[in-house]
């Protein structure tokens, strides 16, 4: 096959889905992580892996208590062997209630809910979370329609929500944006707000 082309991956066992978290674990042998995401019949919750090398996906047995089905949740959230998940959507525009934060640990297949400290962000989907070193930053998001112009940080060594006090040229509240973060810069891209699509790029120094 020549370069730049497509061709069908040839895997097989994957559960059919959209809008889920993928994530490669920083440590260990190389695995495609999967949780969540939306489908017709209903959110998924289950957990499913991939190994590249085999071509096969795996769903594997979990142990702990595992975060209620949802869709739109954090991606990219991982630090280490653990993926982080919070928030999500439900149904239609509305988000999960609930407000704990989620960690899946790739290692023991363990879910797991630690105690927090100070004051979560509210229930939200669509909301855009990168993780820099221990620390995640979840910004924006979307409930009913509240869109959300937010910024919080929790560090996982001390576990204990801070919201950013914000200032300068602030981005609106928006939903189902890209975020990524480049040297000493978080950026943001996109989105949809209460104006309809977005098209501005933001950064925000951490």
Known sequence: ????????????????????ATFLPAAGPPRLWVFGGAHPAGNR????????????WQSPEVSGLQPLPRTFHTSSAAIGNRLYVFG?????????????????DT????????????????????????AVGTKLFIHGGLAGDIFYNDLFCIDVNDMRWVKIPA????????????????????????GIGPEGTLDATYKYHI
């Open 1 to 20: 096959a020549g370069a730049h082309r497509w061709a069908p991956a040839g895997w097989s066992g994957l559960r059919p889905r959209y809008e889920h």
């Open 45 to 56: 919750s289950c957990v499913q892996v991939l190994d590249p090398e085999t071509g096969t």
């Open 88 to 104: 999500g959507g439900d149904k239609g525009a509305e988000p999960v209630t609930d407000r704990q934060l989620h960690v899946f």
């Open 107 to 130: 290692a023991t297949l363990t879910w797991s809910q630690p105690d927090t400290d100070g004051d979560p962000p509210s229930p939200r989907h669509g909301h855009a979370v990168v």
């Open 167 to 190: 200032t300068g040229d602030v981005p609106g509240g928006r939903a189902s944006h890209s975020s990524a973060v480049f040297k000493d810069h978080l950026y943001i891209f996109g």
